[in-house]
């Protein structure tokens, strides 16, 4: 199953068929459930396993037939292909998620195609049947209550696996326009789907994102109830689960709890960002004695001295909290853990610079000379001091975007100090190419 922000690719079989074809196909799909609707009518025929089964696939037929031969990651130029006569009604530029999108308007559903010109959504505008995966899932649970002996159990376990993809992906879909309640339906929906009987799996993936689309939506107690679930069924998701709780519970009033969430999951994740924030906004708001927070980082540290990054996040915890020392000494002893961390020399690089803005910022507030130059020889000092590192880092990093960051960083501090010689002015010229200056 997908998790929230994967790139959702479905293998689909190609067919060419003409628009009159596929005209043809969704009036058919719909006598076809109108008939196989009938045969579950009829006390002859609703007590047999196969007239569930041909319901629950006229259904599904259904279901898929207004999408026609379009399929998520097809390009635009492969659909004009397939789709003989059919052509959209119009086409419009909008933005879905963030993004830039091309609106292909047909009569019966609405095709989204991406900047790389790949179809991202489809949105079926008037389906064959209404709601047809939520009957689809009641056919095939009674087959399967009807199939004794469970000789169809396989076949019923592939179509509730089925309707869970699919319902997944429609969730995808909604979350994808912002549609965030409806997202949280319909993951809770997949997890239903394929948790009926004979699938009987729990879809941890789907629970959890039932709970991220209802905290989006600011369904405090809905999102709640999922990741309640999900941390009963232990999946903390690098401990996401413990920093949506401890939000949800803020929010819910509920400071003592949220306090815990927090404690308890960084606990067991002390590198994830999000429990740190939560923590130091905690300590912060509440003006209670951070060194609580310093102490999961000590104990993380003992059961793991050579783990260089459990010293930068206790630096990064710092730096928030105006430790200023203190941090810079978590960064020199993550550089020492690991002379090869590269985020052990940004981190102090970031905080050196940092503080020389402040100190900048400060003296230009000063109206005594005498101690506006003394502000400016300190804010020179330490703007200098933080060349050395995030050269370090730039030295070591490996990812071109880390570098274009630290050489923009870079750029400014040795811009700063281009007429005191010649090292400057060259450094600068270096680090102002690699950002494209």
């Not at 009829?42 to 898929?64: C, I, P, R, V």
């Not at 429609?170 to 993951?187: D, I």
Request: aromatic share 10%; glycine share 6%; net charge negative.
């Amino acid at each position: 199953m997908k998790k929230i922000f994967a790139i959702i690719a479905i293998a689909a079989s190609m067919f060419a068929v003409n628009a009159q074809a596929q005209n043809k196909s969704v009036a058919a799909a719909k006598s076809a459930v109108e008939k196989a609707f009938a045969a579950t009518e009829n006390a002859k025929q609703n007590t047999k396993t196969a007239t569930w089964l041909k319901y629950g696939q006229s259904l599904m037929d259904a279901y898929n037939a207004p999408a026609g031969n379009a399929w998520i990651g097809m390009s635009a130029q492969e659909l004009q292909v397939l789709a003989g006569g059919e052509r959209p009604v119009s086409e419009t530029q909008v933005e879905l998620g963030g993004q830039p999108m091309l609106k292909q308007a047909y009569a019966n559903k609405n095709l989204y195609f991406n900047q790389a010109g790949q179809l991202a959504v489809i949105e079926v505008t008037e389906p064959v049947v209404e709601n047809a995966l939520d009957k689809a899932v009641a056919a095939y649970a009674k087959a399967a209550e009807l199939d004794a002996k469970g000789q169809k159990t396989k076949d019923i376990k592939t179509a509730l696996e089925n309707i869970a993809t699919k319902y997944t992906d429609e969730a995808y879909n909604a979350y994808t326009m912002g549609k965030m309640a409806e997202a949280s339906t319909l993951f809770e929906k997949a997890a239903k789907a394929l948790g009926t009987a004979p699938s009987s799996q729990i879809d941890t993936n789907a629970i959890y994102n039932a709970g991220h689309t209802a905290w989006a939506a600011q369904d405090w107690n809905r999102a709640k109830s999922f990741f309640d679930q999900s941390l009963n069924l232990g999946y903390l998701n690098n401990g996401e689960t413990y920093a949506k709780l401890a939000d949800i519970a803020e929010h819910l009033g509920d400071t003592a709890g949220a306090k815990k969430y927090l404690e308890v999951g960084a606990a067991q994740f002390p590198e994830s960002e999000s429990l740190l924030i939560g923590l130091i906004n905690y300590y912060i708001a509440s003006g209670e004695n951070a060194e609580e927070l310093f102490s999961l980082f000590k104990k993380a540290q003992a059961a793991e001295p050579e783990n260089a990054s459990l010293y930068y996040v206790e630096g990064n915890a710092r730096a928030k909290m105006g430790q200023n020392e203190e941090a810079l000494a978590a960064y020199d002893k993550a550089c020492e853990v690991n002379p090869n961390y590269e985020w052990g020399y940004i981190g102090k690089g970031i905080k050196l610079y940092d503080m020389a803005v402040d100190l900048q910022e400060k003296a230009s507030q000063e109206m005594n000379d005498a101690k506006y130059m003394a502000l400016m020889g300190e804010f020179e000092k330490t703007l200098k001091s933080c060349i050395e590192p995030f050269e370090k880092g730039f030295e070591i990093t490996k990812d071109p975007e880390i570098k274009k960051n630290i050489a923009e960083y870079l750029k400014n501090a040795c811009f700063r100090f281009r007429s005191e010689g010649g090292d400057y002015q060259a450094k600068y010229e270096k680090y102002n190419a690699v950002i494209g200056g």
